[in-house]
């Protein structure tokens, strides 16, 4: 299929690579989110997770390792997080700022043994004659196994919160903490977990980035995509299935102007990559009207400091 | 068991000793990390901490401070203002950059021209520059609730690309080479905001920041209209009761925190950084939210907190000059700080019991 | 160790001069750098820290250097220089075009302090200038591009529009159609000098477009990565990027300060320093041409070695007429050579480029 010379399911196989990292990390803050905690650190999160998959994977041999400590060094920072916010009742914006600053201070300090190393290649699965159909092929059977993950973490994130018990308890503590709490569930416990579990995907995300899309372990690679994340999980409005639609938007436009230049087309880059922003205040926007009178889109308690005085 | 207990007013002893108890927390903390990198931790600590302030240039440093915390302060005043409120603008940063823009737009429309009028009418467009941006979330938030913490920080992304385009277009310098980047406002004497009193550091900006602290702080403890402010934060259907409107309290916190970002923008391109270009902000709207906090929203504690943050910036440029300290263990030690400074805090607003709960 | 043997080395002096031998033992010159990017960036300003570590192990005991890395350009820029100054560095190396009129601010305040600045064109008593002809470079590039590409496609990702690119983008096109005249050049702008995932993304980009050798002008290794899984061939920038050789690596292009940095600070020792433009390109060793791999065949690999050499000699000049503009008016006529002005303003394409230049 093509349209002004540009392969559309090519395009769209590059946006699915594009929009992993990402799309990991908004399924983790969204996680996060629907617990009631803001955390604004998903970029310290994501670059420690860059540095920790970057060494596991070098040190180990296996890329696979390299993931798993990616996601553990995501989670260690989100508990540092939790803790902070959970335990010692700090306030989540400041704390969110604080753990990007000291995420990027610390990687850069890991790294410095890691630079100019490559590390073991993640090969793409091989799904046979599959991988030639055409459209289908290309965007559906040619990738690394961590895309297909992502895809799955979705998916599983959303059957978790609509249909699990756990779930409904996580949503039940990001809506009222204080109800929850009246009710008996352990509103800091679930809330540390939640976190833990963004943290994790954040790590991922960042884990993916050092050693599928560039790879190489640089400071300061991630440059912004935990940002990125963040904005994500408010354009899906805090629904999975719509994080999903979001990444896809959001890497998608980067994907499509670049490809857009190098078929030639001279396009105003900046003003065109403000456009996923500018729609994800019109989305705001629009479910925000609608939801006036009736439920509230964002989890009611999300950044608010919960103490039990009972 | 360890449990905690809400304090019906704040301790005034833990007001004052939590920060300290904070620095010297990460004095410890930050100490053991330039250790593992093979400094002298004494050496480190002194070089942050003390030198800017007293060592042998410290006059230049003392001057220095001022300009790396006017601006923090000026933003920090006014976003807590709105966090008193329980108005959430964390989009400071675009508002900075807004401002910037509308202010530096008039001093190159205006050029070549000399006047007495460029510089106020600069002021004037970089406050309503950082106004209108902040109006966009308020009038949402007013309109159709829509959640202003997350449209105000949208909206950072958007000034963001509009600074890049404004580089490398519509502002570029025609005479800079095909170079991005804007014309020098330093070198256009009747835009430039120049220091004051040589040497000190002193400009209109630090000037603006001393002015916010003070007025925020009548604002908020004399007058009335703080009360409102902070009834509304703390209870905000009893505000209602207190006839606050809320669309109005909004629009005005709102307001207020993004003028004063848009009034640091206009000095910071004006006057120390001189010039558009696509990296011109330096983050100090983010920073500006953690100055609030620290301070913990209040004028006079934001003051105190803008100097420290930016003693920590000085002096950690020296510690990398003098010691070779890599930057990134100065960013890990920046952030421990916060962590210390944020997580101590607890002990002003609780206190921590042993044993069980009484039922 | 390192900075142990610094410690006795300068005690030792500082005893030497306190018993009133001045003669045995000269004070050290105190070198300082100060980079845009942390030095683990490996592109730009790793490449400029190996300059500085070329200096110590050049002159050994006779200097003292030191840098502040990560420096945002503005007032922070002008606040570390003088803290440069003020610690008694005497000549600074400030590695960044951004830093240009922060440098000309603090060089007028400190006349006995000489700097130079990388890729700027401000110059003083005390402040010289320095830049590399990356160009040249390319010229090797797109020679070797134009004789391996099948799909007679080449694909180049642009940081900025800014003069030095545009000459990089110029030269390798020339050169590539000198040797292919079917050859096209697809150009993305990436609006970014380090950002991994957006380059790859622009390496994807192009070769969805069926370009099949990439050539890069931003710093990271990630459109190398894309280039490997594609099977195309792609070019070293700023490091060699040995990692990725013999494919799709096939030759780079490594900035290489340490020739010129060890020249300047032996001007200083000598107190033969003094103000100059230099722009040193593949004669002067500042740009050095990355091993040609095995994947290109041994008559490429002579052909470019020869164009690598002419140019070094002198004998040839990459811009050299019969060369048009893109809109086909007469740039160079027959046996013209480009003139250094005109290069380091240019802001337009050489005919036969089909991309519009982004103004």
Known sequence: ?310 | MIRLERRAVPSRLWTVATPVAAVLATMVAGGILFAALGKNPAEAIRMIFWDPLFGPNASYFRGQLLVKAGPLILIAAGLAVGFRAGVWNIGAEGQYIMGAIAGAGVALAAYPAESPMIFPAMVLAGALGGWAWAMIPAVLKARFGTSEILVSLMMVYVAQNLLAYMAFGPMKNPQGFGFPGSRNLQQYPSAHNPELIAGTGMHWGVVAAFVAVIGTYVLMHRHIAGFRIRVAGDAPKAARFAGVVPGRLIAFCLGLSGALAGLAGLFEVAGPSGQITDSFNAGYGFTAIIVAFLGRLHPVGILLAGLLMALTYIGGDLAQLMLRLPAAAIQAFQGMLLFFLLGFDLLTNFRIRLGRARA | MKRRSFLTSTTLAAAALGLGLPAMAQEPLKVGFIYVGPVGDMGWSYQHDQGRKAIEEAYGDKVVTSYVESVPEGPDAERVLTQMALEGNKLIFATSFGFMDSVMNVAAKFPDVKFEHATGYKRADNVATYDARFYEGRAVQGTIAGRMTKSNKIGYIGSFPIPEVVQGINSAFIHARKVNPAVEMKVVWAYTWFDPAKEADAAAALIAEGVDVVLQHTDSTAPQAKAKEAGIYSFGQASDMEAFAPAPRISSIIDNWAPYYVERVGLMLDGKWASSATWGGIGAGEVQIGEISEAVPAEVKAEAEALRDAIAKGDYHPFTGPLNKQDGSVWLAEGEVADDATLSGLNFYVEGITAELPK
């Open chain 1, 1 to 310: 299929m093509m349209i002004a010379g540009i392969d559309i399911a090519q395009l769209v196989a590059m946006l699915m690579v594009a929009s992993t990292p990402i799309l990991l990390a908004a399924t983790g803050e969204l996680v996060a989110e629907k617990a009631g905690v803001l955390n604004l650190g998903v970029e310290g999160m994501m670059i420690m997770g860059a540095i920790g998959g970057f060494a596991g994977a070098v040190v180990t041999g296996s890329p696979a390792l390299g993931f798993a400590a990616g996601a553990m060094a995501g989670a260690g920072m989100a508990l540092l997080f939790a803790f902070l916010t959970q335990v010692l009742l700090s306030n989540q914006v400041a704390t969110g700022l604080a753990l990007t600053l000291f995420g990027l201070g610390l990687s850069a300090l890991l790294g410095q043994s890691y630079q100019g190393i490559k590390p073991p290649a993640t090969e793409k699965l091989t799904f046979g004659p599959l991988t030639d159909l055409p459209v289908l092929g290309p965007v559906l059977f040619n990738h690394d196994w961590v895309v297909y993950l992502s895809l799955a973490l979705v998916a599983g994130v959303g059957l978790f919160l609509s249909r699990s018990r756990a779930g409904l308890i996580l949503r039940a503590v990001g809506e009222s903490h204080d109800a929850a709490h009246a009710l008996g569930y352990p509103v800091v416990a679930v809330r540390v977990a939640a976190l833990a579990f963004g943290g994790a995907l954040a790590g991922l995300g960042g884990a993916y980035l050092s050693l599928v899309r560039v790879p190489q372990w640089a400071e300061g690679m991630t440059a912004g995509a935990g940002w990125i994340a963040l904005a994500i999980v408010v354009f899906a409005s805090w629904k999975p299935g719509r994080v999903l639609i979001g990444a896809y938007l959001f890497g998608g436009v980067t994907v499509l102007q670049l490809r857009l230049q190098a078929a030639g087309f001279a396009i105003p880059v900046q003003l065109l990559s403000m456009a996923p922003y500018l729609i994800t205040i019109a989305v705001l926007v629009i479910i925000s009207a609608r939801h006036r009178r009736g439920a509230q889109v964002a989890p009611a308690s999300l950044g608010r400091v919960f103490h039990a005085s009972r």
